[in-house]
């Protein structure tokens, strides 16, 4: 592998020129593929980066506000504005939506300003798109009382600001390629396609201010050097290595006896020497790495592909309690109207109860008004012909089922309402993907039970469009992993939202 074996030098060149050069002619894969992708988790100095531009971005975006109500009312009189104070909730609003999109494109990534075009084609996408949700949703609230010479002001400004910053980051990034006296110095330990990973990710993170000073390898011949870098021996050379050149970290990225790790990790200790470990974790798509200690020097690395994180979680948690309270309360003064009116257009319990698959598997009792005759489940089979959807989820448009009471029920989504029971219990949560049935399951693909890794909820993406909308089981499946991958509490709300708008619309089937 030429990248990964000895090397011609350019000595008109540094190392993260000529890979630069190297992705952008096509000898390497691609820019995301350049990207290592073991899965340790980030590294603390590019958390610190992210943070920086996130902070970055809120001063600019504090001063762009600030800046466009100073010009709107000394320079334009055309109208006077209200207070500043007034505006505070529309600054809140800029200061969570503008950080949130530049995180989700990647602008907190150090490795985006390497490419400028790249770095300014995001930055302007960003601004467009988060321009456009700020002025849709002073539309939708009919914030009559905020100029739109202002927030156009606003944008003007914070667009030439955001360039700016861009502009300003990138040459900080580009800076730290010079490489300090005082930078971190690291030894490497072995000479494995980890280890080229690992160089290439220094590369492409010059601001981390870390080196690698050589290579030691583990057995073969010992080369002269490796991805540009000097192999300075092998194993058994390490402690007389140690004590002779200036070293800060050590770095594992071979494969080697526990009991040799262990002299190893001694022997970083007896210096005060940093000892890293590469542990290599071939990730799917938009799994996110973790990793803990468990004590006992063993530690549990991970990847996730679904939403793990705790405080998040038990956000989510909380709501999901309280909502299901006020839903429950909510669903005790309806059954006192629906109860006698489903009973008295047809025989049966006016709650039908209805075994579901909830997360990973689980089974549960669903509850729901009973909108249909009470021997429904034994005509279904002979419906199956009917089936207005394409896939393992049943639907009719015109179900000769369901109840002239169970219509006006299904229309305004009041069956669901028993389902904040669920909530309560934590069979369901308030937003997730619907929960299917255990015959339908029983013939899903392997990929389709993704759906299952999260709580399954009384509404989603889904029902967020409306039932009758989206007919083709594949694309349910796609808009509920996307939810999943891109789970927040901001994109639950939305979801709601757009649920309570399509209930609005009286859209349900």
């Not at 601001?207 to 092998?234: M, N, Y």
């Not at 990973?360 to 729901?368: H, I, T």
Request: proline content about 6%.
């Amino acid at each position: 592998m030429a990248v990964t074996r000895t090397a011609r030098r350019d000595p008109g060149t540094t190392p993260q020129q000529r890979y630069l050069r190297a992705v952008e002619v096509g000898t390497a894969r691609s820019a995301a593929a350049a990207v290592p992708k073991f899965g340790v988790g980030p590294k603390r100095q590019e958390l610190l980066f992210a943070q920086s531009v996130l902070l970055g971005d809120l001063g600019v975006l504090v001063a762009s506000f600030f800046l466009a109500y100073l010009l709107r009312t000394r320079l334009w009189w055309t109208s006077e504005l209200l207070p500043l104070r007034e505006f505070v909730w529309v600054l809140g609003l800029i200061i969570v939506l503008w950080p949130m999109l530049a995180r989700a494109v990647g602008l907190t990534d150090s490795h985006t300003y390497l490419w400028p075009r790249r770095m300014f084609l995001l930055t302007a996408r960003v601004h467009v798109i988060g321009g456009l949700a700020l002025l849709s949703t002073l539309y939708m609230l009919r914030a009559v009382e905020v100029s739109r010479l202002f927030m156009q002001t606003f944008l003007a400004i914070s667009g030439v600001l955001f360039i700016a910053e861009r502009a300003f980051i990138r040459v900080i990034v580009q800076g730290a390629a010079g490489r300090s006296p005082y930078g971190r110095r690291t030894l490497v330990l072995g000479t494995t396609a980890a280890a080229a990973q690992f160089q290439r990710l220094l590369i492409m993170r010059p601001h981390w201010g870390s080196e690698i000073a050589g290579f030691l390898t583990v057995d073969g011949p010992v080369e002269q050097t490796f991805c540009d870098k000097p192999i300075l021996g092998r194993m058994r050379d390490l402690e007389a290595l140690l004590d002779a050149m200036i070293v800060d970290d050590v770095v594992l990225a071979a494969p080697l006896a526990e009991g040799e790790v262990d002299r190893i990790v001694l022997t970083c200790a007896d210096r005060g020497l940093t000892f890293h470990t590469l542990v290599h974790v071939p990730a799917p798509p938009q799994a996110r790495p973790y990793a803990e200690s468990l004590g006992n020097g063993m530690y549990l690395m991970s990847l996730e592909r679904t939403p793990q994180s705790i405080v998040p979680l038990l956000v989510k948690r909380v709501l999901d309690v309280i909502g299901g309270f006020i839903g429950v309360l909510i669903f005790g003064v309806a059954y006192l109207v629906c109860a006698p009116l489903i009973k008295l257009t047809s025989p049966g319990a006016a709650i039908f109860k209805h075994t579901r698959v909830g997360q990973n598997g689980r089974l549960f009792v669903l509850y729901k008004f009973r909108t249909m005759r009470s021997d429904a489940e034994a005509h279904r089979a002979a419906l199956a012909g009917a089936n207005a959807m394409r896939g393992h989820v049943f639907k009719l448009r015109k179900d000769p089922r369901v109840t002239r009471v169970g219509r006006v029920l299904r229309r305004f989504y009041l069956d669901e309402l028993p389902q904040f029971w669920n909530v309560l219990k934590g069979d369901m949560s308030l937003v997730g993907p619907r929960p299917p049935l255990p015959e339908e399951v029983a013939a899903y693909a392997p990929y389709h039970r993704r759906r299952l890794s999260v709580r399954p909820g009384i509404t989603g993406p889904w029902q967020a469009r409306g039932n009758g909308v989206v007919a083709d089981f594949e694309d349910i499946v796609r808009m509920e992993c996307d939810y999943i991958d891109q789970w927040s509490l901001w994109l639950d709300v939305v979801v709601m939202l757009r649920t309570f708008s399509t209930v609005a619309r009286m859209a349900g089937q």
